[in-house]
């Protein structure tokens, strides 16, 4: 079974600043996604950001990027420039690809990182 | 808004009661994801539905737990005899514009079970 850690509970930057959110996983699988969720405190849900494992580049949205180093087994979030609507919990995740076979489809979540944003 | 939504946001209810829950997914999407977060913890996966076919049962947390999604549309999961550890973030998915790896979640139902 895959697993995800996410090994800082809460993470604290001032305004404009760049922070970087970790998390590492478990798997024997060669083909899968990793994400990036963010759920503000309203709860819902949202994606920042998706990494297939078959690509080499590293993903980017906007001011959201991410260092993936598959062979580390390492899916890093770097958030720059950041902004008080970027606090929330941040939840990294995991989902087998297509062709992995067996188990759920469902993703395998992170216990979430704690972000604060100082003005 | 992610275009998943569900209902009811808020459902409080006493111990032994049965409860239902409704889920709308992305329309033209055939897969449907149940998920339960607990206080400070991430999501956890439940079940799924390719259209009307629950592909996956195991992960369903106990047998008072059931899902349908009978016209392979909206989806209701049902939790009889509730208990007060069954008091959590309920949560809904399917997949978007990006196809069928990425979900996207509704603003999820929350129980109290008191």
């Known amino acids: 079974a895959q697993t995800v850690t996410q090994s800082q509970p809460e993470m604290s930057v001032q305004e404009a600043e760049t922070v970087t959110l970790s998390c590492t996983y478990d798997t024997s699988e060669s083909d899968y996604y990793l994400f990036w969720y963010k759920q503000p405190p309203s709860r819902q849900m949202i994606l920042v950001i998706r990494q297939e494992a078959y690509k080499q580049q590293n993903a980017t949205e906007n001011r959201f990027s991410v260092n993936f180093q598959k062979a580390a087994k390492s899916f890093s979030l770097k958030i720059s420039d950041s902004q008080l609507g970027d606090a929330a919990m941040y939840f990294c995740?995991?989902?087998?690809?297509?062709?992995?076979?067996?188990?759920?489809?469902?993703?395998?979540f992170g216990k979430g990182t704690h972000l604060i944003i100082q003005p | 808004d992610t275009g998943v939504s569900q209902d009811p946001r808020h459902k409080i209810t006493k111990r032994g009661q049965n409860v239902t829950f409704r889920c709308d997914p992305i329309s033209e999407h055939n897969r449907l994801y149940w998920y339960r977060q607990t206080l400070g913890q991430g999501p956890e996966f439940l079940t799924y539905?390719?259209?009307?076919?629950?592909?996956?049962k195991s992960r369903l947390l106990s047998d008072r737990f059931s899902a349908e999604r009978p016209k392979g549309s909206f989806s209701t999961l049902e939790i009889q005899r509730t208990e007060q550890g069954d008091s959590a973030m309920y949560l809904c998915a399917s997949p978007g514009r990006r196809g069928t790896d990425t979900q996207y979640f509704g603003p999820g139902t929350r129980l109290t079970v008191l």
């Open positions: 539905f390719q259209n009307e076919a629950q592909l996956e």
């Open positions: 995740a995991y989902r087998s690809g297509a062709y992995s076979g067996g188990g759920a489809d469902g993703l395998t």
